[in-house]
């Protein structure tokens, strides 16, 4: 089956997506010494020498930029900026639209690669161009809901601590 490209979607107006906060959660990273390729849940996702590599909630791992990386997220203490080690992610708004109906894809990070999303995962949109893909089980551990589309009450009900 053919994933569906949602590179053009739009969840600004989407009735069904949510909004979400991240979670300041600390998170391990290291920074690449040379270029190459990550396995990423969804898909291996090449990066550059000084990108980094972060090391999520559930041992799965991600390469982003190092001007992406800095604008997203903040050192631990004890942590030198740019240096390898503890950071969490600041709490940065998106939109995000779990998808239920089948395999889906978009492109991610600089070189505009394609990742593959399962029936369940989410489409995270960061800004009108960025997007990317995350499992269920990460989403509920590393975002928190604040407001939804019609369906947000039913999948985030108020005994699962999410706000409204």
Not at 126 to 150: C, H, L, Q, T
Request: charged content about 25%; hydrophobic content about 35%.
């Amino acid at each position: 089956m053919t994933p569906l490209d949602l590179n053009a979607a739009d969840l600004r107006s989407d009735p069904e997506a949510v909004i979400a906060v991240s979670r300041p959660i600390p998170l391990e990273v290291r920074f690449a010494t040379e270029a190459g390729t990550v396995a990423t849940l969804e898909g291996p996702v090449e990066h550059d020498a000084g990108s980094a590599i972060v090391r999520g909630v559930r041992g799965e791992h991600w390469p982003l930029d190092a001007d992406r990386f800095a604008t997203l997220y903040e050192p631990m203490p004890g942590t030198t900026p740019g240096q390898d080690g503890s950071y969490r992610k600041k709490r940065v708004r998106v939109y995000a639209k779990r998808i239920l109906t089948g395999p889906f894809s978009v492109r991610v990070g600089a070189k505009r690669q394609s990742i593959t999303g399962r029936p369940g995962d989410w489409i995270i949109q960061y800004s009108p161009i960025k997007r990317s893909i995350i499992s269920d089980e990460v989403f509920r551990v590393s975002y928190e809901v604040i407001a939804g589309g019609r369906a947000a009450k039913a999948k985030y009900p108020a005994s699962a601590g999410v706000s409204r």
